[in-house]
Every structure is written in structure tokens, then in C-alpha cells.
């Protein structure tokens, strides 16, 4: 299995764009979470979903911030309008819920940089 | 205030030499702890975890303890190599997918 994979692994955009994030959970897994890292504040959940459905939002910090995730196997998370205090490393992580210690296996994260 | 404390907030050590790193919580109700390490550039990965019931688990060389009366984790590392070099990060659940991070302690081994 590859892991869970995001795209893009940086991205560098101005003030105000927006920035569309991507990931692919492992196959297999019913629940998926974004993160935020930032050296100021450390690893911080911003939404998670279960079975497809946004299960606990309360981590996502303003209007500017969506995720969506139309099937298992895809989610996005979108910031729009970007800006620069939005600069982090943004990680996606998948489990299994359900018996067991639904350990969380995270993916290689996305550099965002706003100008 | 955090619910997660780990301590020290960096250490370097020389190759070879033992550490152990603290993780204190206020995390209630408590479900499990982690500990995670997480290389410079990816994403943490999975070391240990640890129910209520459980005060001690080995995964190579290192040895996670839980003391759930106190409400205290350690994470000691044996015989250190230059690849232990990362941050780790204590993580503890009050209940499923409900979890509080730590800030990380970021461990530089040296030759």
C-alpha cells in the first residue's frame, strides 16, 4: 500500500488566492483527518470525517476554511481567500474505526507558503 | 492552557547514550496515549499506544510508560542512533478521534 498521499507536497501562492489541498486515505480506511503544524502552535485537528461524513469541524478556524470528502478514497480542504498567517504544513491522516486502537497513519504533508 | 505537557522542549545527546522524555496530561476522561515520531519533513508515525489498563510498552528501543493514577507518560530511548534524531509527540485521547497533541520534544542525537 502506498500510505495516504497528498498533493501538492508545496505550494507557494499569494494573498487571497485559493489554495484547493488534496488526499487520498489508505484503502481500506472509513475515517480521514486534516491537520494543521505550525511551529507556534503545534499539530492541531481542523476537521475529521466518518464514513465520508464531516463528523467534527470545530478545529477549522474560520469561513475561509472548507473540506469536503465526495467518496472513500478522496478529500479536499480548500482555503479561500488564502492568507499569509495560513502558512503551515497542512497533514491528512486515515483509520479504521472500529475494534482496535485506530492508530492514525499520516501522509507526507503539504508545504503552503502565502505571500 | 495546553491539556498536553511534554518536557523537555529539546535535548541533544550523543550517539549510544540513553533518554527518556516526559508527557504529562489533564486529559479526562482518558481513552489511550501515543507516542509519535515525526521526522523532519513527514508526517508523525505511530510508536506506542497505551490503554488505561497498560503502564509499560516496548516497540525496539523504545519503552513507552504510563502512569494513569498520576497522569504522567514517558518515552525512553535505548542506545540512541543518529536516525532517533526528531521530534516526538504525545498524543491522548478522551475518547475515539477526540485527541490532544502535545508541542513535541525535538531530540538531536550527535556522533
Known amino acids: 500500500d502506498a500510505g495516504v498521499i497528498q498533493s501538492p507536497r508545496h505550494e507557494v501562492t499569494e494573498m487571497g488566492q485559493e489554495v484547493t489541498l488534496r488526499c487520498k486515505p489508505i484503502?481500506?480506511?472509513?475515517?480521514l483527518f486534516w491537520y494543521r503544524q505550525t511551529m507556534m502552535r503545534g499539530l492541531e485537528l481542523l476537521i475529521y470525517?466518518?464514513?465520508?461524513?464531516?463528523?467534527?469541524d470545530s478545529g477549522m478556524p474560520e469561513d475561509r476554511f472548507s473540506a469536503k470528502m465526495p467518496n472513500a478514497s478522496f478529500s479536499t480542504l480548500k482555503i479561500q481567500p488564502s492568507e499569509p498567517r495560513d502558512s503551515a504544513v497542512y497533514f491528512c491522516?486515515?483509520?479504521?474505526?472500529?475494534?482496535?486502537?485506530?492508530?492514525?497513519?499520516f501522509g507526507p504533508g503539504t508545504r503552503l507558503t502565502v505571500l | 492552557k495546553n491539556q498536553v505537557e511534554q518536557s523537555p522542549q529539546s535535548l541533544i545527546i550523543l550517539e549510544g547514550k540513553n533518554c527518556t522524555l516526559q508527557?504529562?496530561?489533564?486529559?479526562?476522561?482518558?481513552?489511550?496515549l501515543r507516542w509519535y515520531k515525526q521526522d523532519t519533513g513527514r508526517g508523525p508515525v505511530s510508536l506506542t499506544i497505551?490503554?488505561?489498563?497498560?503502564n509499560t510498552k516496548s516497540n525496539g528501543r523504545y519503552t513507552a510508560t504510563l502512569d494513569a493514577d498520576t497522569k504522567q507518560s514517558s518515552l525512553h530511548i535505548t542506545a540512541s542512533q543518529l536516525s532517533d534524531s526528531a521530534s516526538y509527540i504525545c498524543?491522548?485521547?478522551?475518547?475515539?478521534?477526540?485527541?490532544?497533541f502535545g508541542a513535541g520534544t525535538r531530540l538531536t542525537v550527535k556522533p
Open positions: 497505551m490503554t488505561f489498563s497498560e
Open positions: 491522516a486515515s483509520s479504521f474505526m472500529g475494534r482496535g486502537s485506530n492508530e492514525q497513519f
Open positions: 508527557c504529562n496530561y489533564t486529559v479526562s476522561p482518558f481513552s489511550n
Open positions: 498524543v491522548v485521547s478522551a475518547r475515539t478521534n477526540d485527541m490532544r
Open positions: 484503502s481500506g480506511h472509513n475515517s
Open positions: 470525517f466518518n464514513n465520508n461524513v464531516p463528523i467534527d
